[in-house]
C-alpha cells in the first residue's frame, strides 16, 4: 500500500466522520432537554473513566529543568526500577571502556608492527630521517612509475 493510498483512505475516513458528527449535530437540536441533559452527563462521567485510566497507565511526567521522565506504575521507586534505570548506564560505559581498549590495543600492534619492520630492515634506522635517503626514495619511485 502506497502513501498516496493510506492518505486516501484517511481523507476518506475523515469525511464519513464529520457526516456523521454532522447528522449527529442535527439530531440533538431536536432531542427534549431531559434527554440531552443525560446525554451531557453520561458524556462527563465516560471523560472522567478515561481520565482515570490514563492517569492508571502513566502516572506521572515528572519535569525536571529541561528534561523529562515518564514513569510507569507506584509513585515510590522499587529497587527493580531503579536497577532497570542504571543497567544502560553500565552497558553504556562498559561499551565506551572496551572500545577503548580495544583501539589501544590496534595502536600498539600496529606501532610494533611498524618497529619490528624497521628493526629487522637491511638499512640502519638512521637512514630514514637521513634527507639525503628521502631524495634518494622519491627519485627511485618517479623512475619506477
Known amino acids: 500500500m502506497t502513501n498516496s493510498t493510506k492518505y486516501l483512505n484517511q481523507l476518506a475516513q475523515d469525511r464519513f466522520g464529520l457526516q456523521v458528527a454532522a447528522q449527529l449535530s442535527q439530531a440533538t437540536e431536536e432531542l427534549p432537554y431531559e434527554i440531552s441533559e443525560r446525554l451531557r452527563a453520561a458524556r462527563m462521567q465516560a471523560l472522567g473513566k478515561r481520565k482515570v485510566a490514563v492517569t492508571q497507565t502513566v502516572t506521572r511526567l515528572a519535569t525536571s529543568g529541561v528534561s523529562e521522565t515518564l514513569t510507569f506504575g507506584d509513585d515510590d521507586a522499587s529497587w527493580l ?36 619492520a624497521l628493526l629487522t630492515d637491511d638499512l640502519p634506522p638512521e637512514a630514514y630521517t637521513d634527507p639525503g635517503f628521502a631524495h634518494f626514495l622519491k627519485l627511485n619511485s618517479a623512475q619506477n612509475q
Do not use: Y
Not at 92 to 115: C, K, P, T, W
Open 81 to 116: 526500577n531503579r536497577m532497570a534505570s542504571i543497567i544502560p548506564l553500565f552497558a553504556l560505559i562498559f561499551g565506551l571502556i572496551a572500545i577503548s581498549v580495544i583501539q589501544d590495543d590496534n595502536n600498539a600492534n600496529e606501532l610494533a608492527e611498524i618497529d619490528s
